[in-house]
């Protein structure tokens, strides 16, 4: 069966620090991967996309980034972390054509900047 | 951009009470999803339509996809304590891209 995984679950972060997410997938080949990020009692924002390895798309301009070094891995990060990047970050995948809309949530990632 | 106005924001309802909640959006959409997340955690894919008209249930959940392709519903009968969480609606377009409502958050009182 797939699962996904994402990490750290908890982190607080200064201010002008770097950040970098991991989220990785098991059991399938070749998904469409997701960063969405929740402020707080919010819905979701879909921040980047991938559709296969080193193919990035970013929905909202900003000073996030996003990898795909493997299949099943990506990487959200940051070189320089703002008071507003602070919410709750979620990994997700779907199969890999478009058609469903049926995302797989990973557990959620909670940045606190301070 | 596309939006959809997802209602009610929240709900407070007694255990045991039937709960209904819905989406609607000016736009038309192709599939319509419906999905729970609870504190903490990433949301969980409750019931996806496919079908203008659509009626699915999965369990004491119950789901419609609206005729006109631009509203849906999602209804839970006989609230227990676990069904607390937001819920979510999102619809995908012709584009597929999804599209996702703001939530409704359901608490049942004590």
């Known amino acids: 069966s797939q699962t996904i995984h994402q990490w750290p679950a908890t982190l607080v972060q200064p201010v002008g620090s770097p950040l970098s997410l991991e989220c990785t997938v098991e059991?399938?080949?070749?998904?469409?991967l997701y960063w969405y990020r929740q402020a707080a009692g919010r819905g979701l924002q879909l921040l980047f996309y991938s559709v296969g390895i080193g193919q990035i798309s970013s929905e909202v301009p900003q000073n996030l980034s996003a990898s795909r070094p493997q299949d099943r891995q990506f990487i959200l990060s940051s070189k320089k972390l703002l008071l507003s990047d602070s919410g709750f970050y979620l990994c997700a995948w779907s199969m890999g054509t478009w058609g469903t809309g049926e995302l797989f949530f990973g557990e959620g990632s909670r940045l606190t900047v301070l | 951009g596309q939006q959809l106005n997802q209602s009610p924001q929240s709900m407070f309802i007694q255990e045991g009470e039937d709960v209904s909640m819905n989406c609607t959006s000016s736009s038309i959409f192709n599939t319509w999803l419906w999905y729970k997340q609870e504190p903490g955690e990433g949301p969980v894919l409750l019931i996806a339509l496919y079908k203008a008209g659509e009626l699915t249930s999965n369990g004491r959940l119950t789901a419609q996809f609206g005729i006109t392709r631009k509203d849906s519903f999602l209804n839970i009968s006989a609230s227990i304590p676990s069904d607390v969480g937001i819920y979510f609606c999102a619809g995908m377009d012709s584009n597929y891209q999804l599209i996702w409502g703001a939530g409704t958050k359901l608490i049942i009182k004590p």
């Open positions: 059991g399938t080949s070749n998904p469409n």
